[in-house]
């Protein structure tokens, strides 16, 4: 009897068609696509709905922002999600194209098996109802705008009050967000596989407001105090929702996960080294 054919994996496409280079690089990645796997829709302009999407694999064309809008759009589903960067930096969307040309092979044999990330639920929560809700791969950051007054804030975990905030914001990320504002605002760098929630305040008018990492376990509220002009909420830098005075944001990590494929030719601590130019010992003179 004649051994039974492998069935090929099922691939959408999606990618960024406002970005240079974006289209270019899918239409000429498309023919080896096609000679792998069964290609079973190509989204440059986000007209999929990907949360209903039934297919093997997800690669994403574009930068880190078409990966988190991505991650959005499926809204839970569960497909693998390759991030392809055309763009200006692609800490998440790590696989160039040549990468992905050296790797794809591999991917659809299933020899890359998918690591699991974690993913944040984050609500706005007015006179106790729910006025918004989302998930985010990396961050929630209340922010004034640029003509506002320092923001009050009362931090409390598992409802218990923690500390208060005098600043210009706060930021609540993942791991894996903990290389994005997280760390433009001085908080620590945790590895992508850790599970954990990093409470980070920006610009804090005090010496003693610190960075805290907690357990993923604990639910975060943020309430907001007192403030004078336009303050808000955003989520993964592209969902923004006004705040009033009162207005409670909640974030506690999401039953859903992320399910994302790693390169293989460059480590987390490597990329450190390579995207955020993460040094070594200084630069001493030489005598």
């Not at 591999?106 to 006025?131: E, F, N, Q, Y």
């Not at 850790?194 to 409470?199: G, R, S, T, V, Y």
Request: net charge positive.
């Amino acid at each position: 009897m004649a051994a039974r054919r492998k069935k090929n994996m099922c691939v959408i496409i999606v990618g960024n068609a406002e970005k240079p280079r974006v289209e270019s690089t899918v239409r000429s990645f498309l023919p080896t696509l096609r000679r792998k796997a069964n290609v079973l829709a190509v989204d440059l302009r986000e007209e999929l709905d990907l949360a209903k999407a039934k297919a093997d694999l997800l690669i994403v064309f574009g930068g880190d922002g078409t990966l988190l809008s991505a991650v959005r759009r499926l809204d839970g589903n569960r497909i693998p999600i390759v991030g392809v960067h055309v763009g200006k930096l692609g800490f998440l969307a790590e696989f160039t194209p040549a990468d992905l040309d050296r790797a794809i092979s591999d991917i659809l044999r299933g020899s890359c098996p998918p690591a699991s990330r974690m993913l944040l639920r984050c609500r706005v929560i007015r006179r106790g109802k729910t006025l918004s809700e989302s998930i985010a791969l990396n961050d929630a950051v209340l922010s004034r705008d640029a003509l506002s007054r320092l923001m009050h804030m009362e931090l409390r975990i598992g409802g218990t009050h923690v500390t208060s905030y005098a600043a210009d914001g706060l930021i609540i990320s993942t791991p894996v967000g903990s290389t994005a504002h997280c760390l433009a605002a001085g908080g620590p760098i945790l590895t992508p596989k850790l599970e954990a929630l990093i409470i980070t305040p920006i610009c804090p008018h005090t010496l003693s407001n610190r960075p805290l990492v907690v357990s993923s376990s604990s639910v975060v509220e943020v309430v907001l105090k007192r403030h004078a002009g336009d303050v808000g909420v955003t989520v993964d830098g592209q969902i923004h929702v006004p705040l009033k005075d009162g207005d409670v944001v909640r974030v506690e990590k999401s039953p859903m996960t992320l399910r994302l494929i790693e390169t293989p030719d460059r480590t987390f601590f490597q990329t450190l080294h390579s995207k955020l130019g993460w040094g070594g010992h200084p630069n001493y003179a030489k005598r």
